[in-house]
């Protein structure tokens, strides 16, 4: 593999927290650690872009009469803010 230096910015605290995982083992380097951070959250980005293109095929969210029918269906409990939220907990852009 092919690998590229760059220079970064970061805030000081994560910074200390992945030299912290790096002394722990989790990987052999600061610059292994950054990778794969960054693989991780591709990956996520694409995984949410693959997700919200299927939920534009399959007709879109939810109604939210939908939602309380499934969450009635399931015993769940509403969440408490409502809102549509994508997999990583954040808000959805609305188109």
Do not use: W
């Not at 722990?24 to 960054?38: C, E, I, K, Q, T």
């Not at 939602?67 to 803010?81: F, K, T």
């Amino acid at each position: 593999m092919t690998t590229t230096k760059i220079a970064i910015s970061v805030p000081a605290d994560v910074l200390a927290r992945a030299r912290a995982e790096v002394a722990r083992g989790r990987a052999p380097s600061l610059s292994a650690y950054v990778a794969d951070a960054l693989d991780q959250k591709a990956m996520l980005d694409e995984l949410d872009a693959m997700l919200d293109a299927m939920l534009e095929e399959s007709g879109g969210a939810l109604r939210e009469d939908e939602r309380e029918q499934a969450r009635s269906d399931l015993g769940l409990v509403a969440p408490a803010g409502g809102g549509a939220r994508s997999r990583s907990g954040r808000k959805r852009r609305r188109a």
